[in-house]
T-cell receptor, first 116, second 113 residues
Framework: GENVEQHPSTLSVQEGDSAVIKCTYSDSASNYFPWYKQELGKGPQLIIDIRSNVGEKKDQRIAVTLNKTAKHFSLHITETQPEDSAVYFCAVPSNAGGTSYGKLTFGQGTILTVHP | EAGVAQSPRYKIIEKRQSVAFWCNPISGHATLYWYQQILGQGPKLLIQFQNNGVVDDSQLPKDRFSAERLKGVDSTLKIQPAKLEDSAVYLC???????????FGSGTRLTVV
């Protein structure tokens, strides 16, 4: 099955700094790469995703880059704010049963703390 | 658009008791998932439904866990009997077949004592 490794497990930055979280995966057939943000007491929320036909995607202060050759993708958050503090998960799907998006295998999570 | 609804939000039971969780997905989402999230870990898939049929239940401990999705809409996940290691957050998610990505509910936090 799919193996997903996420680093670092914790990340502490000062407000305004940038944060980068990296994930590596094992299945070269994967073609969709989402990132989720999970706040305390809530379910994971999709914040950005990228498909394998592009190398980078930006949405305001967040961006995701993909290197399919090396089988890794990264989340970049610029100008961090205290409200960015949360647990971030990468995930990689395996298409099951013909659905567009089947089972997601999640990374172990990164606890991001942004200090004011 | 309403999100994925789950209940209850919290549940505390003794080991060997039974418990059930309920999920109402986003209207029109054919695919429904149950994930287990143990503290400090990423969610792990328990079962995936497409309409009312099971697509993947390979990681569901079938000796104690069961799930159903009546009429292809709401779903229930049951544990009987519960073990201490079942303490976790149980997340329900749904997705559209056209590939909007997952939407998760807020989860049910289960504590088995």
């Amino acid at each position: 099955g799919e193996n997903v490794e996420q680093h670092p497990s914790t990340l502490s930055v000062q407000e305004g700094d940038s944060a980068v979280i990296k994930c590596t995966y094992s299945d070269s057939a994967s073609n969709y790469f989402p990132w989720y943000k999970q706040e305390l007491g809530k379910g994971p929320q999709l914040i950005i995703d990228i498909r394998s036909n592009v190398g980078e995607k930006k949405d305001q202060r967040i961006a995701v880059t993909l290197n399919k050759t090396a089988k890794h993708f990264s989340l970049h958050i610029t100008e961090t704010q205290p409200e960015d503090s949360a647990v971030y998960f990468c995930a990689v799907p395996s298409n099951a049963g013909g659905t567009s998006y089947g089972k997601l295998t999640f990374g172990q999570g990164t606890i991001l703390t942004v200090h004011p | 658009e309403a999100g994925v609804a789950q209940s209850p939000r919290y549940k505390i039971i003794e080991k060997r008791q039974s418990v059930a969780f309920w999920c109402n997905p986003i209207s029109g989402h054919a695919t429904l998932y149950w994930y287990q999230q143990i503290l400090g870990q990423g969610p792990k898939l328990l079962i995936q439904f497409q309409n009312n049929g099971v697509v993947d239940d390979s990681q569901l401990p079938k000796d104690r866990f069961s799930a159903e999705r009546l009429k292809g809409v709401d779903s229930t996940l049951k544990i009987q009997p519960a073990k201490l290691e079942d303490s976790a957050v149980y997340l329900c998610a749904s997705s559209s077949p056209v590939g909007e990505g997952y939407t998760f509910g807020s989860g049910t936090r289960l504590t088995v004592v």
